[in-house]
């Protein structure tokens, strides 16, 4: 139907505007004389199909409509769903209607596009909304005073329309509610358009303009998130914490004062995401400070409003959104940064109006909005990774670049760190171009530079609020007997396979220690990727095997040092990965390398080459990505190994 598309077009059209939409807000609708089609709810504007509407019979809705229901709201509203679900043309598809299903149908417009725009809101949840909508928009528009969403709302609604129709003998295209969010009808999209861009137009006409531009991050965070990821945390899964900071919200955090113009919703959408409350920490000099002043204050926020703050706002550091997953606590820092925006506006109307505690309350424990809560969040696939936030040095390409692909298809978020700058972001790009909750993040990163891995430590604590598990994977190889082998070389090589490990677990340790003061009993992870080679000795490749033989000195030496923080640190040797670029490269693979070397005795060619190394393997193949993913997997979920060098060699290696 050409109508149902038309629909579909302008959903997305808003819906994809976060200067109209943000998450999953905002609904849309078409109607004939018979049928309404509806956005169900937990269905994404921006993204929505035709099979993301309901399609409903409109003789059935008008039951609701007349029909009366009980005074208890919790009773009423469940009743209300089930007349709603009654009234579905396609029960078998089970999608639930929009709570406001009721009110598109009430209008007579054939199209319907319910949006929460940043410029409207800035008037809606202003101390003088509605003189100044009469006097912007005059008797073009139905304004409706706050009242509680779903079916309350709705008749609300109906009664003030009534009144609208006998006392202008038309249909309003626009229906204001406060605090809330704009209701913009008409027999065409493209009338819909022009209205938007009318009204829009006529209130920023009153504003200021509001420029936002962003500020660096402060080392500081890196001392602070942690302890506040694990002060939010309950049991072995930590919380996502994400960093934000631009000048708009440091205009907010700058003292007591400034911060109460975001210190209560404006609308139900700004509870949902983000909960009712922000929490402010104004002494943030040193870490030690912020983490007490943190600390005392939400143990108090905990007494009063009887659950943790999802909003963070730290004096000269920025805004910190917590969350179970990455993409939950960006949905909740866009959403609150466009409550930031709207109270700067409401100044241009006589200041914010916030929703008051009887508001908050019924919006917190309505139980339609907490099921849009669990569907933004989505369904856990319950992996021993999942929302794990963990680095992979060398993670590009290769072994690293595998561990990082496995990693994020379970449901962990993945810093890459590589010194390939081009290879190195374009994995990351293709691995969030398919990513669900979690995010792939990429650094440049030098292993066998100290202020390098800092950096890295740093920008994935800013990013995520802390880290679970570090995979030391970068390594070089270089193939050659002493008589080859130049003590640069040699040097390198050391610097990088064995330094190199060092380094990362040094920073590393730092925050998975902060972490552990914070929360006794969760256990994080250091994991070596080695090799083979750090068991036994290798012909004419002693500086490789040197380097991965002192590894494990490190692995079972720092065990003994960071076990007693939950730190657990283990090396992983795998046999041959003959099918990375290791091994296979045409220029400057381990095959091409051991043929120019002659460390395979009457080796003419690669494959000589590739058929002596497999000869070796008792299971007659080399190592793979999921070979090595097992023995991680096994690593972080068990809570009593430390220490180990855990072989993954096809029987090639065997144990003493």
């Keep these: 139907m050409k109508e149902i598309e038309e629909l579909i077009v302008i959903s997305q059209f808003y819906g994809k505007n976060s200067d109209f939409v943000i998450a999953g807000g905002g609904n849309t609708s078409f109607k004939t004389d018979s049928l309404l089609w509806v956005k169900a709810s937990g269905t994404t504007l921006g993204e929505i199909t035709e099979n993301g509407f309901a399609v409903l019979d409109r003789e059935k809705l008008k039951i609701i409509a007349g029909k009366k229901y009980s ?216 870490a030690a400070a912020a983490i007490e002043e943190f600390s005392r204050k939400l143990e108090q926020y905990r007494k009063t409003y009887g659950y943790d703050p999802k909003m963070i706002l730290l004096k000269d550091i920025g805004l910190a959104g917590v969350e179970d997953n990455f993409k939950s606590a960006g949905i909740a820092l866009d959403v609150f940064e466009d409550l930031l925006k709207i109270s700067r506006y409401t100044h241009a109307f006589g200041g914010p109006k916030f929703l008051n505690a009887r508001e908050i309350a019924f919006i917190d424990n309505w139980e339609v909005e907490n099921y849009r809560r669990a569907v933004s969040k989505g369904q856990s696939a319950n992996h021993a990774t999942e929302n794990k936030i963990v680095i992979v040095t060398g993670g590009a390409q290769g072994f690293g670049g595998g561990i990082a692909e496995q990693l994020m298809a379970q449901n962990a978020h993945v810093v890459i760190a590589d010194l390939n700058e081009t290879v190195g972001q374009q994995m990351a790009d293709r691995l969030n171009a398919t990513a669900k909750k979690n995010r792939a993040l990429f650094v440049k990163t030098d292993v066998s530079d100290a202020a390098s891995v800092q950096r890295l430590i740093t920008t994935t604590v800013q990013q995520f609020g802390g880290l679970d598990a570090f995979i030391s994977n970068a390594g070089i190889l270089r193939a050659g007997g002493l008589d080859e082998m130049t003590p640069e070389t040699f040097e390198l090589m050391t610097k990088v396979n064995y330094t190199g490990y060092f380094i990362c677990a040094k920073y590393a340790s730092e925050v998975l220690k902060l972490q552990a003061k914070y929360k006794k009993g969760y256990f994080t992870d250091i994991i070596q990727i080695n090799s083979k080679s750090g068991l036994k000795g290798s012909n004419k490749n002693f500086a490789y095997a040197g380097g991965k033989f002192g590894g494990i000195g490190l692995t079972q030496s720092f065990a003994m040092e960071l076990m007693p923080f939950g730190i657990k640190v283990n090396s992983i040797c795998p046999g041959n990965f003959f099918d990375g670029p290791l091994w296979s490269d045409p220029e400057k693979g381990l095959f091409v390398q051991y043929l120019r070397a002659g460390k395979v005795p009457g080796a003419k060619t690669v494959a000589d080459v590739k058929n002596f190394y497999e000869s070796q393997v008792p299971a007659k193949r080399g190592c793979t990505v999921e070979d090595v993913m097992k023995a991680i997997r096994y690593i972080i979920e068990q809570e009593y190994e430390t220490g180990q060098a855990v072989p993954v060699t096809g029987g090639q290696n065997m144990l003493n």
Excluded: W
Excluded at 183 to 208: G, N
């Design 71 to 286: 005074d208890n709201s919790d009773q009423r509203e469940q009743e209300v769903k089930t007349d709603l679900f009654r009234a579905a043309t396609e029960p078998e598809k089970q999608l639930r209607p929009s709570v406001e299903t009721s009110l598109h149908d009430l209008i007579r417009y054939r199209f319907v596009v319910h949006t929460h725009p940043t410029v409207v809101n800035a008037l809606l949840c202003s101390r003088n909304a509605e003189n100044k909508m009469k006097e912007l928009l005059g008797d073009s528009a139905m304004y409706i005073p706050y009242t509680d969403p779903g079916y309350v709302l709705f008749k609300k609604v109906e009664s003030e329309l009534l009144k609208y129709r006998d006392t202008h003998h038309a249909e309003p295209h626009l229906i204001l509610l406060q605090n809330h969010g704009i209701f913009v009808s008409a027999d065409s999209v493209d009338e819909i358009k022009q209205i938007y861009d009318e009204v829009t137009a006529k209130i920023s006409a009153h504003l200021a303009p509001l420029t936002i531009d962003p500020l660096p991050a402060d080392d500081r965070a890196a001392a602070i998130l942690p302890a506040i990821r694990m002060l939010l945390s309950t049991g072995n899964t930590g919380k996502i914490v994400t960093l934000r900071n631009n000048t708009l919200i440091a205009s907010f955090y700058e003292n007591e004062q400034a911060f109460a113009g975001a210190s209560a919703p404006f609308t139900p959408d700004i509870i949902v995401y983000c909960k009712a409350r922000p929490l402010y920490v104004e002494n943030t000099r040193t």
